[in-house]
């Protein structure tokens, strides 16, 4: 094999699945980046997106400057919804964080694609099939699970248990808004945009719960740096990367390994070990969100399909 059919071969093969597992990893460092930073979840999460939006800025300035249409104010209602949704996602799933275990908070959190299929059946009125609602009984089925037993042992537990679930509710709606707003925006530009209005909502959540933005000691700010490359820009970038080489059909169940990296990762960094029935509900949970994701994307390949 030649050095341009090997370099063929890595671009063409390797590096997707490379690119999605170190998306699926940084993603996965999301919780733990939360619990080291000594500082509210909320501010966490605003510091995440405001230094990721600063470091996109010259691209977006680069993309507008070569795009002569100006923006349409009627269509601004996408990234500015997006944005909200996205702050109260953050906002919940990290303040969850303090309140029950790092897997908890992930899996629950990220039971977005249940959401998105439900709201574009309630909303856009798409037609959802047999594999889809089993997958998503089976999914309520270990959520009940986690969230039950948490309630069982220690009310508190339980309390974070729902705070991420809500989360994930509010990640469902920042799906749902972007499906709109990439109909009339780039990528580059939306993600800003929606990222602008994500930081401003979320700096107004910390106001109005008393939440300082200054005042932190070094660590702490290199956590806040870390989650924003990490978390955000690296894991973001490498998931889009895999998205424009591997079909979507492949990429979104796959995503279901973030809470099991963040599971994994979570018993050495953090010294949590996960009880029989957590492992027990998060199988069954991870089980019917991949049955949701499979549904839905089969339903989205197919050639009549359209959303109106």
Do not use: C
């Amino acid at each position: 094999m030649t050095n341009d059919d090997t370099t063929s071969w890595l671009q063409t093969k390797s590096l997707p699945y490379i690119g999605l597992g170190i998306g699926i990893l940084s993603l996965g460092m999301s919780a733990i980046f939360v619990r080291w930073a000594d500082a509210p979840g909320p501010v966490t999460g605003f510091y995440r997106l405001f230094l990721s939006t600063i470091f996109l800025t010259p691209f977006f300035l680069r993309r507008s400057s070569r795009n002569k249409n100006a923006i349409d104010k009627k269509t601004l209602i996408f990234p500015i919804l997006g944005g909200i949704l996205l702050a109260l996602d953050l906002a919940f799933w990290s303040t969850s964080v303090f309140y029950t275990s790092a897997a908890n908070s992930t899996l629950l959190g990220n039971t977005a694609p249940l959401w998105v299929s439900l709201g574009a059946w309630l909303i856009f009125r798409e037609k959802l099939t047999g594999n889809f609602w089993f997958g998503l009984v089976l999914a309520m089925a270990g959520a009940v699970l986690i969230v039950g037993s948490d309630f069982f042992i220690h009310p508190r537990l339980g309390i974070g248990d729902l705070m991420a679930a809500a989360a994930g509710v509010f990640y469902g709606g920042y799906y749902l808004a972007t499906q709109r707003g990439r109909q009339h925006f780039d990528p580059i530009s939306y993600v800003w945009l929606m990222g602008v209005f994500a930081s401003i909502s979320l700096a107004l959540i910390n106001l109005g719960l008393g939440h300082p933005l200054g005042g932190y000691s070094r660590n702490t700010w290199l956590v806040f740096a870390a989650t924003a490359l990490v978390s955000q820009i690296i894991g973001y970038i490498s998931i889009s990367y895999s998205m424009g080489h591997l079909p979507a059909s492949v990429v979104a169940p796959t995503m279901i390994g973030q809470p099991i990296m963040t599971t994994i990762l979570a018993i050495p960094l953090l010294g949590e070990i996960p009880r029989p029935i957590q492992l027990l509900g998060g199988a069954i949970a991870l089980t019917g969100i991949y049955l949701v994701n499979r549904a839905y994307q089969q339903k989205l390949d197919k050639p009549d399909h359209r959303i109106d």
